[in-house]
Nanobody, 121 residues
Framework: QVQLVESGGGTVAPGGSRTLTCVASGDVFTIVTQAWYRQVAGKERELVAQIPTMGVGGMIYADFTGGRFTIWQDHAKNTVYLQMERLEPEDTAVYYC?????????????WGQGTLVTVAS
């Protein structure tokens, strides 16, 4: 099993930056891809960025990131980061880390608990 713990949320002024962290534990070798999603109250959860943990395939970014967000990973720390720059009030949301993979039985999806980012002056 895989467990995810996010951190790094908080309040940031418009135009500011924030880096979110997602640490994986457990059977991390079963993870194929990791991603960051976000959700605004009353709306569906949407993809922010995705990265292949096994090096196959490229990174995917949602159009709204507009070059402002960067996802990367540190394999030695089992950690995926989301660096966000030039933040806008519209970026206010709960950000969730997702891990997808395959274990001995079947494919799985594991979500972290979420971390709130508020962009406000």
């Amino acid at each position: 099993q895989v467990q995810l713990v996010e951190s790094g949320g908080g309040t940031v002024a418009p135009g500011g930056s924030r880096t979110l962290t997602c640490v994986a534990s457990g059977d991390v070798f079963t993870i194929v891809t990791q991603a960051w999603y976000r959700q605004v109250a009353g709306k569906e959860r949407e993809l922010v960025a995705q990265i292949p943990t096994m090096g196959v395939g490229g990174m995917i970014y949602a159009d709204f990131t507009g070059g402002r967000f960067t996802i990367w990973q540190d394999h030695a720390k089992n950690t995926v980061y989301l660096q966000m720059e030039r933040l806008e009030p519209e970026d206010t949301a709960v950000y969730y880390c997702l891990a997808e993979g395959v274990d001995r039985i079947s494919a799985f999806k594991v979500w972290g608990q979420g971390t709130l980012v508020t962009v406000a002056s």
